[in-house]
């Protein structure tokens, strides 16, 4: 069993917390992904996890037992960094064997593992050269072989596509997928990168300044954010947040917004009176005179200026100037293609595709 669990991890440096408190488990065999921004905390914590950083407090437990203090070597845990680190100076075969080499283990074996991972990770046609003659994604198939070849039971990839172009990301994205349904390994894998979580994930955590603010699948992350920087940092275009406030009482009860006024019919029964963030997925924008008919109901129908469009092949975005608050929608390419930069038009939707938050805390509204 290659289970992880973190209980309360903190790491400080000085006076800055690069951790605070962190806690999430990864089950066996399980591709759990970190998703954060830039100094989010990301590569504080697989360090942690590693035994690369002395802890400040909390707990790691793996396969059930406590490795907080335990020595890197021996945890059964390798990990691949944001550079390929290969020794440029030896073999692609060399730098594969490096680490059994260091283990001591027998030679024929080493021949055996070396040609077993360059086969799964399809370069055994590299193995007799050296690491600048080779393309990107050669270099980090090599480098993902070198973590494997000692065959951890966890694998810890610390933004490992970042030097890739487009292309090498969107092929290496379905190798660790590969990789991971032919290998059964745990993986725990940091990325700043919504994309590369949401579509290699099993399940996410979302973490924010050291600390997690949601662990869930992509469905749920996406579906019901917990908070504005959960739906912030899940979905493509990024999500409407339009501050307005509630007032009244009982079915008058209503949420006013900068371009309307929206009869609450049971939203946000537990809110009070004040402040509050609507959060409008671009997907539940519609043109007023193409909207579907399951968005009949509680809702505003409003007139925007197209400012921007943003053609993408199969749909365009567009940002709308609604009385000088930009909001983006996605239409299909051929619908689009009748707008253009500076025309008005009307645009509708229901507060049931909404999602509220608190303004202050930036906590969901049930």
């Known amino acids: 069993m290659a289970t992880l669990e973190l209980k309360g991890v903190s790491r400080t440096f000085g006076t800055i917390e690069a951790m605070k408190r962190v806690s999430f488990d990864v089950a066996d065999g399980e591709f759990f992904c970190l998703l954060g921004a830039s100094s989010a905390g990301k590569t504080t914590t697989l360090r942690a996890i590693a035994g690369l950083e002395e802890l400040s407090g909390g707990q790691v437990l793996f396969d059930g037992q406590e490795v907080t203090a335990a020595p890197v070597q021996g945890r059964g845990m390798s990990m691949i960094f944001q550079t390929f680190a290969l020794y440029p100076h030896l073999s692609i075969r060399a730098n594969l064997a490096y680490p059994l080499v260091r283990d001591k283990v027998a030679k024929k074996e080493i021949r055996r593992r070396v040609d077993e991972v360059a086969e ?26 070198r973590a494997i070849v000692r065959r951890p039971q966890l694998l810890l990839l610390d ?8 292309k090498l990301r969107h092929d290496m994205r379905a190798e660790f997928k590969r990789l991971h349904r032919e290998l059964g390994m745990t993986m725990l894998y940091a990325t700043p990168d919504q994309l590369e979580a949401l579509t290699m994930g099993q399940r996410i955590a ?55 006024e929206l009869l609450l019919e049971g939203r946000g029964a ?17 043109l007023s005179e193409r909207a579907p008919a399951s968005t009949q109901g509680a809702g505003l ?26 909001m983006k929608m996605v239409l299909p390419e051929d619908v689009a293609a009748v707008y253009s930069q500076g025309q008005v038009i009307d645009l509708s939707f229901r507060l049931a595709d909404a999602h509220l938050f608190m303004t202050e805390s930036g906590v969901r509204i049930s």
């Open 301 to 326: 129908t409003l007139p925007g200026k197209i400012h921007l469009t943003e053609p993408l092949g199969d749909v365009t975005i567009l940002d709308i100037d609604i009385r000088g608050k930009l």
């Open 120 to 145: 799964l990770l399809r370069v055994t046609h590299t193995l007799n050269r050296k690491p600048p003659t080779l393309s990107g994604g050669e270099q980090q198939r090599v480098a993902i072989g």
């Open 270 to 286: 537990d809110a009070p009176d004040g402040a509050i963030t609507l959060g409008l997925r671009p997907q539940d924008l519609h």
């Open 206 to 260: 979302l973490l924010h300044d050291g600390e997690i603010v949601e662990t869930g699948t992509a469905q749920s992350l996406y579906g019901e954010p917990s908070h504005t920087y959960v739906a912030r940092m899940v979905g493509s275009p990024p999500i409407n947040l339009i501050e307005g406030k509630i007032s009244g009482s009982g079915p008058t009860r209503s949420l006013e917004l900068p371009f309307g």
């Open 159 to 166: 933004e490992p596509l970042t030097n890739l172009d487009a």
